[in-house]
């Protein structure tokens, strides 16, 4: 597995299809916290879901880094299809895992918040990037070649997903009324209404690990209808 994810980093770099994404990224940092002071976790909130969106990107890139032809030999070098697109899903989540830390650190770094950010704020910043990260990848991967002949409907099924996921966040209240239905939305509405709380809050509740917790259940149980899937497709 080592080899393989050492390969598909090393073909990523070469494709330049990170480049747009982790630019729009960079910028979107750079103008949030250009005016400053800023509130900590209001900040956090946006940025977050700035790399929820961008994780699309860079999950669709990278599973169709390579053409495919190349794809069919670096699977048998893989030994399985199942090993390959693992392989691809851990270098999304290790992305956004860079990408997480990079956006809680950055603004800490330059002096951006009207206080200093304690260890909590920390945390729930961390946290709410890397779980949205997460989600993303997991909601994007659906739309792969993987699973999606049509290349152009890979980027609409992508972008429509990662909309309405936003959007069913603030229609909490309605989507209430339906009993069992919050449970089979992208919980992205869990992460805001975390994010949402006070710069002044003192502890971390329970209820917010438990929150998270389910983002990455919910997460992983996508991944794994993704590989469901796709072991039916080939059959």
């Not at 900590?40 to 790399?51: G, Q, R, V």
């Not at 495919?68 to 693992?86: C, D, F, M």
Request: hydrophobic share 50%; glycine share 4%; proline share 4%.
């Amino acid at each position: 597995m080592t080899s393989l994810l050492r390969y598909q980093f090393i073909n990523y770099l070469r494709t330049y299809k990170y480049v747009p994404p982790f630019s729009i990224f960079v910028l979107c940092l750079v103008v949030n916290y250009t005016f400053i002071p800023n509130p900590i976790l209001d900040s956090y909130s946006f940025t977050a879901i700035i790399l929820f969106f961008l994780m699309g990107w860079f999950t669709v890139t990278l599973f169709h880094a390579e053409d495919e032809g190349q794809k069919v030999i670096t699977t048998l070098h893989a030994k399985s299809r199942t090993q390959y697109n693992l392989g691809n899903f851990i270098m999304c989540v290790l992305i956004g895992l860079f990408l997480s830390c990079l956006s809680v650190i950055y603004p800490i770094l330059i002096g951006a918040f009207g206080e200093k950010p304690r260890f909590i704020h920390q945390l729930l910043g961390f946290l709410s990037h890397f779980s949205l990260s997460v989600l993303a990848i997991a909601l994007s991967a659906i739309f792969t070649r993987e699973l999606v002949k049509n290349k152009q409907n890979t980027w609409w099924g992508v972008l429509g997903i990662l909309i309405v996921s936003v959007v069913i966040a603030t229609l909490k209240e309605t989507i209430l009324q339906i009993k069992g239905l919050i449970w089979l939305l992208p919980p992205v509405r869990l992460s805001l209404e975390m994010m949402g709380s006070e710069d002044s809050i003192a502890t971390i509740p329970n209820i917010f690990y438990w929150r998270f917790v389910w983002i990455f259940v919910y997460s992983s149980l996508v991944v794994l209808l993704f590989f469901l899937l796709s072991n039916r497709k080939r059959r």
